[in-house]
Structures are given as structure tokens and as C-alpha cells.
């Protein structure tokens, strides 16, 4: 691809990304403006929500509150949105770094033996069946007598916990799947140069399942905001934007507007992650172009 090809590709890309947002913006206003204050109801079920500015400010107004004062003389709130947000990616980054670690060596570890791919998997898929917010307070507990050495355990590690418990499942999936993608005549190529099963690992398995990693660990880092979010929620662990959007949801009454920068900032911290991952998949993916 030449350098005019990718400057066009990104280029399409940035204008999507601005596109899909004044899509969002009108479908939001055009909807305030024309649906029901009280929501569109239809035997008995609210099928749309209210169109009242107590429930849908107007985009300016969520935007406008980012440069007001949180409290009286006090810091804007963007700023403190930003700052509980570079809170949680600190659990983020670990929860997803560890659960990444463990889906790889679960992956890798299911694959040399089948029998353990048998017996481990169906757990790894009945894992995900377990109620976060029954769970997170549970690690909470957990993690309160606990130590690593001579540093106490923070809450915010049981938060990372949380996170990666819920980012390990899919690159263990998706990796396992992967690892097991090489065609059989891969294999018996392999075989004939007289490799064992780590350099068939390496210079085989692992190359084939790129395409799998990263979409893998694009669900991952999602994941892994969510669940620290929710762990956030549920441990009541202050400080990070789970902790900031229960805050700000106890003034949706009186300031309802005040509630969605929490929420855009929870959500703008989900795409910085995918970010993260789709700039790593970029730089691999040059990689392999140049040294192949």
C-alpha cells in the first residue's frame, strides 16, 4: 500500500468516526425535539424512553458542563472526569495485561494437550456465567487480607482483579482458536525439518494466529473496562469513574446533565483502550511486512 493509499484510508477513517458522531448528535436532538416527554409506551411497555430534558439534556448542555465547577470554586468537571478516568486506567492496564497473560497460557496450555482442553475449557466458558457484581464484592474480600510482601493490598488491585477476570476469557478463546488454525500440511512441514513442539510454537502457531489475537484482545480491553467499572461500582472503591458515575447519578434530578459527562467519560476510556490495541496491531502488522 502506497503512502497516498494510507494517508486516504485514514482519512476515511477520521471521517467516519466524525460522521457517525453528527449522525448521534442529530438522531439525539431530532428525537428530543419530536418524541414524547413521558416516552412512547405500547401495552403497558416503554418501548422509547422520555424525551424530557430531566432524561435527554441537550447535547450542548453535557457539553457546557465539562467547563463548570464540579462544586462551588472547585475544579471543572472535565478535569475531574479526566483524572477519575486516568484513576481506573490504572486498573485497566493491569487487569488487562494479567488477564491477557493468563488467556495466552491458558490458550497455549489447551492446545499441547487435548485432554486438558477437554476438561478446562467448559470451565473457562461456565466462568463467564458468574454474576460480576455477586463476585466483585467477594475479591474485595478476598484481597483485604492479603499482602504482596511488604506492600498491603489496594483496593484498587481488587478492582484489576475484577477487570482481569473478565479480559482473560476472550484471548483464551480466541487465541486457543488460532493456535489450532495452521493447516495439517503446516504441521507435517514442521514435522519434516524435524521441529519440536516449542519451535513449531513459535515460528508457526503463533505467527497464524495473529489474525485471532487481536480481535481477541479488542474484546479483552473492553472487558476489561467494564469490569472495572463494575468492580469500581461494587466495591465502592473511590477515585475512579465507576465511583464518579454512582456520584453524579445522585444529582440526575437536579442535574441531569451533570450525569452523562460520567458516562462519556467511561466510554471515551473504552476507546482509548481499543486505541492502544489497534495501534499495537499496527505497529505488529508493519513488523511482519517488512521483516517477514
Known sequence: MSLGQTWRRRARVALGVVGALVVGVLLWEGYKAVGDPDGTVVLGVRLLPRADDAAMP?????????ADPELAGGDPIGLVVLSACLF????VAVGFGLGALVGLLLAVLMQRLRVVERGLLPYVVLSQTVPLIALAPVIAGWGGGLSLGAYPWQPWMS???IAS???FFPVAVGMLRGLQSPAPIAEELMHSYAA??????????????LPYLFPALRLAG???????VVGEISTGTRGGIGRLVIEYSREATADPAKVYTAMIGAALLGLVVAAVVGALEFLLSRQRKVFP
Open 58 to 66: 441537550h447535547v450542548a448542555d453535557i457539553v457546557g458542563r465539562f
Open 88 to 91: 481506573t486506567l490504572r486498573s
Open 159 to 161: 478492582v484489576a482483579t
Open 165 to 167: 477476570y473478565l479480559a
Open 196 to 209: 519440536g513442539w516449542w519451535r513449531t510454537l513459535v515460528k508457526l502457531r503463533l505467527p497464524a494466529s
Open 222 to 228: 473492553a472487558a476489561a473496562v467494564v469490569g472495572a
